[in-house]
């Protein structure tokens, strides 16, 4: 049965892209652990960042606040992020889309949740997208939305997520 469980994924996209195999049950197991592992940071990620409610009254109004918001590189940072989040870290595609909203004027509260998804991401830099082989490719669809979670515009933010053969699309 672990003959069969022999998968080979390349990653494409980047530079220095790699090729890895697993094989046998050993690293069936440390694919498992892997991702045990991966889900622990990402709802550890997630509930850290609850607790930034995001709103327009965080965004500086004074002059000093905003001479001291443009040494931050906020809008490269959120760029890079986005990079990463398009090619390789679906993860990340919630938090992106909710810092970009403030790409015009940017508060400390936002630059510190930047710098929380950058620690995210050197934590979790190892974990990669795999796809299982199959005969059967079927897509599956999730999606949810919350109720007028945007206290600026009280508008409702939709999320989905697409899996083919086990692995975000």
């Known amino acids: 049965m672990f003959d069969l469980l022999k998968l080979k994924f390349k990653v494409i996209g980047i530079p220095g892209s790699m090729t890895k195999e697993f094989s046998g049950s050993s690293d069936l197991k440390q694919k498992q652990s892997q991702w045990r592992l991966a889900w622990f940071f990402l709802n550890r990620f997630l ?3 609850m607790r930034f409610k995001f709103c327009l009254k965080q965004c500086p109004v004074t002059d000093l606040e905003k001479e001291e918001m443009q040494k931050v590189p906020y809008a490269s940072a959120v760029g890079s992020l986005m990079y990463a989040q398009v090619c390789t870290r679906p993860d990340l595609a ?7 909203r403030y ?24 974990f990669v997208l795999t796809y299982q082989k199959s005969d059967n490719l079927e897509i599956v669809g999730y999606s949810d939305s919350d109720f007028a979670g945007c206290p600026d515009s009280r508008r409702s933010t939709p999320g989905y997520i697409f899996l083919l053969a086990g692995g975000a699309v």
């Open 47 to 49: 509930y850290a960042l």
């Open 94 to 100: 919630f938090i992106i889309e909710v810092l970009g």
């Open 103 to 126: 790409l015009s004027n940017p508060g400390m509260q936002h630059w510190k949740a930047v710098k929380r998804v950058m620690r995210y991401l050197k934590r979790t830099r190892d």
